[in-house]
């Protein structure tokens, strides 16, 4: 095998541990140095491809790489840019190969979601086509754990915990306000079409702990008079209750209950705002005093509080994807399989890219309860692995130490290119 | 001196070190037992003491007691409710000296911010006038850092860590993204009058790692021109930029940039939702893409990344109350006075309850830059060490183990009392 150089890029959304997925794919080349050359970053991810913006990460020192681990957010920078189909965007695939052919690039991993794995798959087979060599790895990555055969996805875990931890600390604080102030609050979190960032909000309860805790989920037809009727009856057993509203939840009419209109490059609805929306309705029909809270990038980015068992994933799986390239491997993407729920064992596995791109895997109904309003057991055994351990970032002066890497530019060899 | 119990109270918002306080206050009351009998805590704050809803802390572990000192939220409840004053509202306070004379209370620690303070003083008062013997101690507390004297308040330290950490995440998030999708983050943090919190933001960029962000006070005018031109240079300037605005901020008008028209039972107007109006504003005018937070009960109650000197400030200072009163004083609050910033020296002190009920300590104009949305390097000194050192919880399965107490209530001596 000759040695060849490979690009690294980060897509989508990013996490508080995508870069300990890059991490991992840096520091297994560099133990493989006998077949693996440079390893290339896009700076800001496929775009840094496209334009020929490529970032040499053999600039930064171990140290600098290690301290990936514990940085979140995307070091290379990320972007939202889809590739289309290939007879639409041939010009872009063929661009692509011209600027892995003009660096001598023979891996390409790109860690990403759905959209990505979908890009990736495109790019192995025009390879193919073309006749230049590329072996096109996809490290999964999405906060929404929406990838299909992947037992989880990495970055999941990690707001899983923070959503766990946040609701629990809110609901202890409703409790203390409860007799005189604050009856209800409700806190906003991310996922878009799949509500597995809500369910965590139903780890915060568990036998030790128990708390009262209404979650809405994207999957369950928002029905007003239901939500009502469960905040009166929980507030009037317990004094008060928190609602963890998933950003997509809709109304029996299929529409978003808050919308703001706005879409991303990938064509999405750009979500926010529901929180305000349920808490008002709260305080309108039952007249309890509320507060509410959006989490937002504040829950993707809280490194501070991130899953050990999240961060073990992103490593490994980035780690897999440089050794399954080191197979001989191909459109395909390393994946966590789940051995067993108590002990959490796991390994990693492949999975096959075709069988991975542009499919979502949403909550399983018998995930959520019967009222459409909590976790059930099942749910709750195969969340509560995900956000087990800590693994606390360094500090310095009360801040976490967060690497900036040196980004350095890998000269130019081709011409301009417009994106 | 005769042995006397004491009588503990929380009000107010409650913090993520609050409970240390209380914990600082029974364990030192349990070391002198020759001289303080039970410690009683009141149910949900001083309406415990109105209806003679005590709790009896004795009943509850050494190692429970111990956990408060890791448990955010307030173990006993809390409560808004301010005395008013002592003519008006004579038969409260004519009660609160019953139940205490009911119950052989000779201490009183009253956990709180400025109302409290001022309810403390006038109980002292009352105790003098009717001949009932009554140490009034005040132990400080609140997150918005107001009160005078006092160098900082036990529960600002953490939230401002919190908001320090999570802006400086997010931060990093809106870098990775900017290129191509979110190159504005608005998140909105607590601070009625004071932008204390808010300032906190701006230690997330330092010389080690600098971020662009810009922070919206309470206690300079909003205007709209002045400041999206500095979001529009930031962005022009570094790709992306963070704003933190606190829910005080007021436009020229003097009206608060977002009031729900809610006022809580002390009367005070009870915001949010400032971050969307600010964050549309920026969309509208320069069209960039947005993301919004509301921080909201997560900051105030996030023990997870509580600040190590601000729980060993609360904890000292429930202790110093205490001590206090063996000592014989009487309206008085022990303080936190800080002897030096770099190495940070700081000791207990005491100052009288008169020169602190109802004064408010807003932030010096010379904290705040000359432009209004930054910190000063003087504003940098007196905040960064508040922020220092971790002080993480104990876990299990992943999520931390906050203590609940039995808060095993007192049998009644006296007749109803309608508060």
């Known amino acids: 095998m000759a040695k060849k150089n490979a690009f690294y890029a980060q897509s989508g959304g990013v996490t508080a541990v995508i870069n300990a997925s890059a991490c991992?794919?840096?520091?297994?080349?560099?133990?493989?140095?006998?077949?693996?050359?440079k390893v290339y970053a896009g700076r800001n991810g496929i775009i840094g491809a496209l334009t020929e913006d490529l970032i040499?990460?053999?600039?930064?020192?171990?140290?600098?790489?290690?301290?990936?681990?514990?940085?979140?957010?995307?070091?290379?920078g990320s972007c939202r840019f889809k590739l289309k189909g290939l007879e639409e965007n041939k010009l872009?695939?063929?661009r692509l190969i011209e600027v892995f052919k003009a660096h001598n690039i023979g891996y390409f991993f790109y860690n990403g979601g759905g959209d990505s794995a979908d890009t990736c798959l495109k790019v192995s087979q025009l390879s193919e086509k073309l006749g230049y060599p590329i072996q096109a790895i996809?490290?999964?990555k999405t906060v929404d754990n929406d990838l299909p055969i992947t037992d989880c996805c990495p970055g999941f875990g990690s707001v899983a915990k923070y959503v766990a931890v946040s609701v629990r600390e809110a609901s202890f604080d409703v409790a203390s306000m409860a007799k005189t102030s604050t009856k209800v609050f409700v806190v906003e979190v991310m996922g878009r079409h799949a509500g597995w960032i809500a369910a965590?909000?139903?780890?915060?309860?568990?036998?030790?702990?128990?708390?009262?805790?209404?979650i809405l989920f994207p999957e369950i037809a928002f029905n007003k008079e239901k939500f009502?009727?469960?905040?009166?009856?929980?507030?009037?057993?317990h004094g008060y209750c928190s609602v963890v509203v998933s950003e997509g939840v809709k109304g029996e009419d299929g529409k978003f209950?808050?919308?703001?209109?706005?879409?991303?490059?990938?064509?999405?609805?750009q979500l926010g705002g529901v929180a305000p929306v349920v808490a008002n309705m709260v305080k309108d029909a039952l007249g309890y005093k509320f507060h509410w809270a959006v989490a937002d990038y504040l829950q993707r980015a809280a490194r501070h509080i991130a899953s050990r068992t999240d961060v073990e994933q992103a490593y490994a799986l980035g780690k897999a994807?440089?050794?399954?390239?080191?197979?001989?491997?191909?459109?395909?993407?390393?994946?966590?399989?789940?051995?067993?729920?108590?002990?959490y064992k796991w390994k990693v596995g492949v999975a096959q890219l075709k069988h991975v791109a542009n499919v979502e895997k949403m909550m399983p109904r018998d995930f959520i309860s019967k009222d459409g309003f909590g976790i059930t057991d099942k749910c709750r055994a195969y969340l509560a692995p995900l956000i087990k351990g800590e693994d606390y970032p360094f500090y310095k002066d009360g801040l976490p130490k967060y690497v900036r890497l040196k980004n350095a530019a890998v000269p130019r060899k081709l011409g301009e290119f417009k994106v």
């Open 24 to 37: 991992g794919v840096i520091e297994t080349a560099r133990k493989h140095k006998d077949k693996i050359g």
């Open 56 to 76: 040499d990460t053999g600039k930064d020192s171990a140290a600098a790489i290690a301290a990936l681990r514990y940085t979140p957010s995307g070091a290379f």
């Open 92 to 94: 872009q695939y063929e």
């Open 138 to 140: 996809h490290v999964p």
């Open 200 to 214: 965590a909000g139903g780890l915060a309860s568990d036998k030790d702990c128990e708390l009262p805790i209404i």
């Open 228 to 237: 009502l009727a469960q905040v009166d009856a929980t507030v009037k057993k």
């Open 257 to 269: 209950l808050s919308d703001q209109g706005v879409r991303d490059a990938f064509g999405h609805a």
């Open 321 to 343: 994807a440089v050794e399954l390239a080191l197979k001989g491997e191909n459109a395909v993407m390393p994946i966590i399989a789940r051995l067993s729920d108590k002990p």
